[in-house]
């Protein structure tokens, strides 16, 4: 299986600040342009919501304050500038192969 | 507009076998590409991916549960299904399924998940 190793478990941001997350995956997710790593946004209660597709792409109505990078086996997901609404737990996810597995993921407080 | 909800009984014994019923609308799994994922998260803690049906009947399973689930639909009726068998503790969570489509192999829209807990 594909280990997923987010970083950090946690973290605190001043609200306007960035945050930045990270996602190293344990092979190379990627083939040519494409790099099958997803992101997710989970609030408290309630699922999971898809942000990011193929490592870049923002998901329709997901705000411009997201933006995600990288390729291979290291990915990057930011926000800015925070609002107090992106107080979440996120979550990388590939789609190379079954299974399918999610990194543990990483819990933003806004400060 | 895409939604799914998911049931299951709540509560169930260890060694029972736990079934679940994804019902959706806003999409059909007679049409090609069309798929419908589990996957669960316990109380507290990450995500897991359990399995996946798609429109032409296509499955694919976790290896690590693969002999305890067995997936399956009911395309006339919009709803997919999810049995594990000799369920024990480990087994409680919150599941989840969600839709996701052939060619983009990512899970765009979630239901709200469904509680179950193994104890005797």
């Known amino acids: 299986d594909i280990v997923l190793t987010q970083s950090p478990a946690s973290l605190a941001v001043s609200l306007g600040q960035r945050a930045t997350i990270s996602c190293r995956a344990s092979?190379?997710?990627?083939?040519?342009?494409?790099?099958?790593m997803h992101w997710y946004q989970q609030k408290p209660g309630q699922p999971p919501k898809l942000l990011i597709k193929?490592?870049?792409n923002l998901e329709s109505g997901v705000p411009a304050r997201f933006s995600g990078s990288g390729s291979g086996t290291d990915f990057t997901l930011d926000i800015h500038p925070v609002e107090e609404e992106d107080t979440a737990t996120y979550y990388c996810?590939?789609?190379?192969?079954?299974?399918?597995?999610f990194g543990g993921g990483t819990k933003l407080e806004i400060k | 507009q895409v939604t799914l909800k998911e049931s299951g009984p709540g509560i169930l014994q260890p060694s029972q076998t736990l079934s679940l019923t994804c019902s959706f609308s806003g999409f059909s799994l007679s049409t090609a590409g069309m798929g419908v994922n589990w996957i669960r998260q316990p109380s507290g803690k990450g995500l897991e991916w359990l399995a996946h049906?798609?429109?032409?009947?296509?499955?694919h399973y976790n290896p690590s549960l693969k002999s305890r689930l067995t997936i399956s639909k009911d395309t006339s009726r919009n709803q997919v299904f999810l049995k594990i068998s000799s369920v024990d503790t480990a087994d409680t969570a919150t599941y989840y399924c969600a839709r996701t489509v052939i060619t983009t192999w990512y899970f765009d829209v979630w239901g709200a998940g469904t509680t179950v807990t193994v104890s005797s």
């Open positions: 049906i798609y429109w032409d009947d296509d499955k």
């Open positions: 193929y490592a870049s």
């Open positions: 092979q190379s997710v990627s083939i040519s342009t494409y790099s099958y």
């Open positions: 996810q590939h789609s190379w192969e079954i299974p399918y597995t």
